[in-house]
């Protein structure tokens, strides 16, 4: 397999970007239909995951510790953190263990070993286009008007995209050789939820914290859409790269972080994929 053509196993062949997308079509939808293959609820289970996480934390969070009193936007603020942070979860778990549960097909044909780790992040992309379904729900319960702001906010989902399929592309490499892998990547997105600012504002957070979070794609993502859509008199919700960043870059690191783990994962995957059909 190490002298198979690397073009044959990495990019599209003679059908080009058209082949590419076909392709991706197909196996997202097949994997999203299996993924609730014999289920009662089907799914509807893709909503009621992230929206019982949400009412879980609202309750706690937002009554108990009574975050819900900084703002009456707290419910929505908290709900479209989760559903963000779901399908980054999603995807990359997904992902990581896409080559390896597509085994026969890396053995037996010779095709676009991208297009796997891809799809997978595809299906999860079909499943937060159904959770933002709630997000539209609540944002017409609050009565908010859409902005011309709005339009920007495919531009922050894109990049929330390109970063996430970029982790993804990497813990997929990854995971052929290492099997463990999966309980550590298990482990590292619980402390990636209570690290970034979803259930808290990050105006609670030190400047010098303030810094570090935003150093994370999601976060900025994150604080971004919190920004366009919702407009409270909290300025909590309103804090953005360009305020926490603003001596080193603002917004244009966190975006050129998201390119580079995206860059990197996929040279990181083109390099390994020869090799695949043999470690899997």
Known sequence: MATVSKRLLFEPTAGGIRYYVRALRVIAGAE????YAGSVLGYVWSILKPLLLFLMLYA??????KLGDISPYYPLSLLIGIVLFYFFQDATTLGMYSLVARESLLRKLSFPRLIIPTAATVTAAITFGANCTVIAALVAWKG???????LLLPLLLLELYIFTLGIALILATLFVRLRDLGQLWELATQL?????PIVYPVGYLPPWGRKIVFLNP?????????AIVIYP??????????????GVGGHLLPVLIAISVFVGGLAFLK???PWFAERV
Do not use: C, H, M, N
Not at 32 to 35: A, D, M, Q, R, S
Not at 60 to 65: A, E, H, I, K, N
Not at 192 to 196: H, R
Not at 235 to 245: H, N, R, V
């Open 271 to 273: 390099r390994e994929a």
């Open 192 to 196: 990636f939820f209570y690290a970034s």
């Open 233 to 246: 008199d909290a300025p909590q919700y309103k804090i953005t790269a360009s305020e926490a960043l603003a």
């Open 218 to 226: 999601f976060t900025q993502v994150l604080q971004d859409v919190r």
């Open 60 to 65: 706690v969070f937002g009554r108990v510790f």
């Open 144 to 150: 908010l008007v859409p902005q011309l702001d709005w």
């Open 32 to 35: 999203f239909k299996l993924k």
